[in-house]
């Protein structure tokens, strides 16, 4: 907890800091990776640094932080920390890292806000960070000792044993130790990192969410290769680096830098119906999960709704339709932008999703996974339907500048 005095200093400041916090961030991480180039090429992920989307993430990660210990609500603050420690951990950040970011970030914070960072005002923000700072190094802590390795080592080389074509841009690769000893076992929805090593010199990594159940024993990831595009503007954007060369250089036989999963849009321990919406590549926790309710031939309402361009986009597509048959009371629901020559009938749409007919029993849980409009979207029609907000849990296939914004 903040001393009383800081927080008087916090709730001063919090307008101005708040106003400077997305050209604080930015500075921060041009200065620092100025001075630690290998932390951009190697740790980093390059394309949202391009593209600003960490930059924001991180700003408002520290604004909302700031605001929450001035108007508690620890649901809230446990929801943005545990997004960031379980990203962190799939990455292995160590606490020694906490102090070379708290340089950078307050070297930042003295250039971009100049006399009006007094010694007070510097305490302050110094206390507050260090107060996020431990919370998350306590959180990544009980991160690793659950997943059984120490602090920061969870990287581990595995073998892909099949590769699969999934739709016309995405395919699947099923890993498997390297000496036939089990892997690690995980929760549905849960994701892995991957480390690759580039034509350039650099080590990039994603994240790749986990397409099977953990029964399965092996873990499968799903790729989508991000084409090169063009943008409203008529700028155009690079092919997505990671997930090309995953396309173009894996294949059977293989071996990968990846890293023990972690996440935490999982589903939770209780017997509520279920929603579990995905739109595109979003579909791959979603299908985890289906696979773990298959599985355990689990009896509860189960609607589930997936959106995509066309059925020849659709990863995963069969085996969806084959995961809802096996389960009792399970329904599925398809919205496809471009049917082809193929007719509309039940639960099989053209257009956009449109939840207006879905009915919704009481205490459903939901689960979303897909672009960002796409999910907001939903969200809203999920709350219109009076889906408690704390019901709704979802992923975001990048830096999530939402969760701090959500109300
Ligand atoms: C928790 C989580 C789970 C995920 N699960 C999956 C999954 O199951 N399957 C899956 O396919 N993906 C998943 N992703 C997304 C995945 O991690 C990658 O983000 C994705 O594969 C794209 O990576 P890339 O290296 O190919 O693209 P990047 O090179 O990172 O590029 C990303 C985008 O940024 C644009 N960009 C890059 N540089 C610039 C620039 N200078 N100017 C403008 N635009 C630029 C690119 O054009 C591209 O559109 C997940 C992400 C997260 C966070
Ligand atoms: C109090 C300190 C910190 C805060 C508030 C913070 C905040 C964040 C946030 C908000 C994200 C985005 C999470 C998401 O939406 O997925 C993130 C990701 C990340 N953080 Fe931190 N972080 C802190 C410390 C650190 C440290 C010490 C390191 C190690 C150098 C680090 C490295 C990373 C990396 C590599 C990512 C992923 C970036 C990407 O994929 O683009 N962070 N952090």
Redesign the pocket.
């Known amino acids: 907890m903040l001393s009383a005095t800081t927080k008087e200093t916090i709730r001063a400041t919090l307008p101005a800091v708040g106003a400077a916090i997305g050209d604080i961030t930015t500075l921060f991480y041009r200065r620092?990776f100025a001075a630690e180039p290998g932390?951009e090429r190697d740790?980093?992920?390059r394309?949202?640094?391009q593209q600003g989307?960490?930059q924001k993430?991180?700003a408002?990660?520290?604004a909302a932080?700031a605001a929450l210990q001035l108007e508690p609500d620890q649901a809230r603050v446990d929801l943005?920390l545990s997004?960031?420690a379980?990203?962190?951990a799939s990455?292995g950040?160590?606490p020694a890292?906490?102090?070379?970011?708290?340089k950078y970030?307050f070297e930042a914070i003295a250039e971009v806000l100049g006399d009006a960072v007094t010694t007070e005002v510097a305490a302050a923000w110094d206390e507050l960070?260090w107060l996020?700072?431990e919370t998350?190094i306590a959180m990544e802590s009980g991160l690793y000792q659950a997943a059984d390795v120490a602090d920061g080592h969870v990287w581990r080389q595995v073998r892909v044993r099949e590769r699969r074509n999934e739709s016309d841009d995405a395919v699947s690769f099923v890993l498997t130790s390297l000496d036939d000893t089990a892997l690690p076992t995980f929760s549905p929805g849960q994701y892995l990192s991957v480390g690759v090593h580039l034509e350039d010199g650099a080590r990039q990594?994603?994240?790749y969410s986990l397409s099977s159940a953990p029964s399965s024993g092996d873990w499968r990831v799903t790729v989508k290769r991000v084409d090169a595009h063009t943008l409203p503007d008529g700028s155009a954007t690079p092919p997505g680096e990671v997930s090309n060369f995953l396309y173009r250089n894996l294949f059977e036989g293989d071996v990968l830098d990846v890293t023990t999963p972690f996440g935490d849009l999982v589903l939770q321990d209780d017997d509520a119906p279920l929603l579990l919406i995905s739109a595109g590549i979003g579909c791959t926790p979603i299908i985890g999960m289906l696979g773990h309710l298959a599985e355990t031939a689990d009896p509860r309402s189960i609607s589930v709704i997936h959106a995509d361009r066309a059925p020849s986009s659709h990863a995963h597509r069969a085996e969806l339709a084959e995961l809802v048959d096996r389960l009792p009371f399970a329904v599925m629901h398809r919205w496809y932008e471009d049917l082809g020559a193929r007719r509309p009938e039940d639960g099989l749409r053209e257009g956009r999703a449109d939840l207006g007919d879905i009915t919704v029993a009481d205490g459903t849980r939901a689960y979303l996974c897909g672009p960002l409009p796409f999910m907001l979207g939903v969200r809203e029609a999920l709350l219109d339907k009076g889906i408690a907000p704390d019901n709704i849990h979802y992923e975001?296939f990048?830096?999530?500048?939402l969760?701090?914004a959500r109300s």
Not at 97 to 102: A, C, F, L, R, S
Not at 398 to 401: E, L, S, T
């Open positions: 620092m932390l740790l980093f992920n394309g949202n640094q989307g960490q993430a991180l408002g990660a520290i932080f943005i997004r960031i379980n990203k962190h990455l950040i160590q890292q906490y102090v070379i970011v708290h970030l960070y996020m700072a998350l990594i994603r994240q975001v990048g830096p999530d500048h969760a701090p």
